[in-house]
């Protein structure tokens, strides 16, 4: 069985970074924004929202408060 890359995506991470570049979009905020808002490095949040990093439950509902939503309306968004 073929072990994944190190760049491969799952559709669930994909899905929610992708709705979480959408929100912050639509906030209006840079990456670098986002992260000083959550004291993250903006390359972490480029791998969460490129799929590329998972990102644990108190963290994503820094994300979600920083960008004035839910974790809940993320994933809703994401359709997951």
Do not use: F, W
Not at 16 to 21: C, K, P, V
């Amino acid at each position: 069985m073929p072990t994944p890359s190190k760049h491969s995506r799952h559709p669930v991470l994909t899905a929610l970074g992708a709705a979480i570049r959408h929100r912050r979009k639509v906030c209006k905020l840079s990456q670098e924004q986002l992260a000083q808002a959550v004291g993250m490095d903006r390359s972490y949040i480029g791998q969460i929202e490129r799929g590329e990093n998972s990102v644990a439950i108190l963290p994503l509902a820094a994300i979600a408060s920083a960008l004035e939503t839910t974790i809940a309306t993320l994933m809703q968004a994401a359709e997951l």
